[in-house]
């Protein structure tokens, strides 16, 4: 049975127009942005990806479908425990951010 899966795309900075992130379930989990005629996708979650979570497509669509495609796959070959290992160390990692920028 095919997975069916809800992506959000919203600019990554008010002021730019060609760069987008994409969020699974809250999670910013790549992003697609203009790169000469075409669009370039990747997905950028912390843990090992394969050589296929990113790639190049005609138009912005494409580069959301396409992500799209490999984030179903990546999730259809990754446990639960993995994926919330990954969501836990994205928390940690804006924790740190955070906590760095108000030594300031």
């Not at 008010?14 to 075409?38: A, F, L």
């Not at 969501?87 to 951010?97: C, F, V």
């Given at each position: 049975?095919?997975?069916?899966i809800?992506?959000n795309?919203?600019?990554?900075?008010?002021?730019?127009?060609d760069?987008?992130?994409?969020?699974?379930?809250?999670?910013?989990?790549?992003?697609?942005?203009?790169?000469?005629?075409?669009?370039?996708?990747?997905?950028?979650?912390p843990m090992?990806?394969?050589?296929w979570?990113?790639?190049n497509?005609?138009?912005?669509?494409?580069?959301?479908?396409?992500?799209?495609?490999?984030?179903?796959?990546i999730?259809?070959?990754?446990?639960p425990?993995?994926?919330?290992?990954?969501?836990?160390?994205?928390?940690?990692?804006e924790a740190?951010?955070?906590?760095?920028?108000?030594?300031?």
């Amino acid at each position: 049975m095919k997975q069916t899966i809800s992506l959000n795309a919203k600019l990554r900075w008010p002021d730019v127009k060609d760069h987008y992130v994409v969020i699974y379930e809250g999670h910013v989990i790549g992003n697609v942005h203009r790169s000469g005629d075409s669009w370039s996708w990747s997905i950028s979650v912390p843990m090992a990806l394969p050589d296929w979570s990113a790639g190049n497509a005609p138009t912005l669509h494409d580069g959301i479908k396409l992500l799209g495609g490999a984030w179903t796959k990546i999730l259809n070959a990754t446990s639960p425990e993995r994926l919330q290992r990954a969501w836990d160390l994205e928390r940690a990692a804006e924790a740190r951010s955070t906590d760095s920028g108000s030594d300031k």
